[in-house]
């Protein structure tokens, strides 16, 4: 496996390691998010075993001495199983995180203490802030949150969105009915009366970029991708309570 480097806003590097057997034929990818600023943030931490390609793949854009912090949506082995490897390699490094994950699993799961944002605290690394945002449940989690980072207008979506394939880094395409697609392969989302209002909630911040975990990030109108999200995910949830 290899990591593809792509700068998809200014200041902000994609990581992508495509993994052709899961999800055949179209095969999976794994994305994580470098935000530039004084204090560098890497969201997402990837598996153990795939760390050893990403950590590369990050030192050919900033040396390890400067990333400054770790973040991810949720406990899940993708989003922060090589959570210790990072500490472990970037010395100066700390996990930033919402109240229940940090309370819950990570002061438990990681080398250092994390520092924890409350509510919708912003964290300033110098030139940017980024917001973290409790969506517990949402896609799932009782812990999971998004990052919003303010300059950019990026959402961080973590789980949100996913689809197959690799595609471009980037793209203006429709990601509304692959991330459906990919709902009824997998089933991964823990659906619920409240999910179609925090995807709205979400949809209020106005996001010009949607940086997706799995499959293409996207640039457009990231408000009307999230409320048709929301609708189709509120139909399932009728359609599951109808058949009931």
């Not at 900033?62 to 993708?78: M, V």
């Not at 880094?169 to 209002?197: C, H, K, N």
Request: aromatic share 8%; with cysteine.
């Amino acid at each position: 496996m290899t990591t593809r480097i792509d700068e998809i806003a200014a200041g902000l590097f994609r990581f992508s390691t495509y993994v052709p057997h899961i999800a055949p034929p179209a095969g999976f990818t794994f994305n994580q998010f470098l935000v530039m600023g004084e204090e560098p943030l890497l969201f997402h931490l990837g598996h153990r075993k795939t760390f050893p390609t990403t950590m590369e793949a990050l030192t050919r854009v900033l040396p390890l001495e400067k990333l400054r912090w770790l973040s991810f949506g949720h406990i899940e082995a993708d989003e922060c199983g090589a959570m210790n490897e990072w500490l472990a390699a970037a010395p100066n490094a700390e996990v930033v995180h919402g109240i229940l994950g940090a309370r819950v699993s990570i002061n438990d799961l990681a080398d250092r203490p994390a520092r924890v944002l409350g509510g919708e605290e912003a964290l300033d690394i110098g030139g940017r802030r980024l917001r973290f945002i409790d969506t517990p449940h949402v896609p799932h989690g009782w812990e999971a949150g998004v990052l919003f980072e303010e300059t950019t207008n990026t959402l961080l979506c973590g789980d949100l969105f996913t689809h197959t394939g690799d595609g471009p880094p980037l793209t203006g395409a429709d990601i509304v009915g692959p991330a459906e697609a990919a709902e009824a392969m997998f089933g991964f989302s823990s659906l619920s009366p409240t999910t179609g209002a925090t995807l709205r909630r979400l949809a209020a911040l106005e996001p010009r970029i949607l940086a997706l975990m799995h499959g293409s990030s996207f640039e457009g109108d990231g408000s009307a991708a999230l409320r048709d999200l929301a609708g189709r995910y509120d139909g399932m949830v009728r359609a599951a309570l109808e058949a009931s």
